[in-house]
């Protein structure tokens, strides 16, 4: 089993991005999936979540700012992020039950 993220980079605030993260060698469609952010020099920090349903739960941190949302054809789970402010700067991870994948950095800077 392999998750495997992508679409981080270099933004400025205000700006946007869209990561991905495409998993294999489960039951992608059935599982409950999220997104986690380590920021330099602090724990890891969940962002949000979608069930096999299409349910989602984020963050407050990052309400109306971000969306979460899954292609079950793909394998895939998205993060959309909007509105980037330099505290978003962190590695984010995709994440289910307790498997992890290697992460990708988004950068904030001005």
């Known amino acids: 089993a392999q998750l495997v993220e992508s679409g981080g980079g270099l933004v400025q605030p205000g700006g946007s991005l869209r990561l991905s993260c495409a998993a294999s060698?489960?039951?992608?469609?059935?599982?409950?999936m999220n997104w986690a952010r380590q920021a330099p020099g602090k724990g890891l920090e969940w962002v949000s979540g979608?069930?096999?349903?299409?349910?989602?739960l984020s963050a407050d941190a990052i309400k109306g700012r971000f969306t979460i949302s899954r292609d079950n054809a793909k394998n895939t789970v998205y993060l959309e992020m909007k509105s980037l402010k330099s505290e978003d700067t962190a590695v984010y991870y995709c994440?289910?039950?307790?498997?992890r994948g290697q992460g990708t950095q988004v950068t904030v800077f001005s």
């Open positions: 994440t289910t039950g307790s498997m």
């Open positions: 060698g489960f039951t992608f469609s059935r599982s409950a």
């Open positions: 979608i069930y096999s349903d299409g349910r989602t």
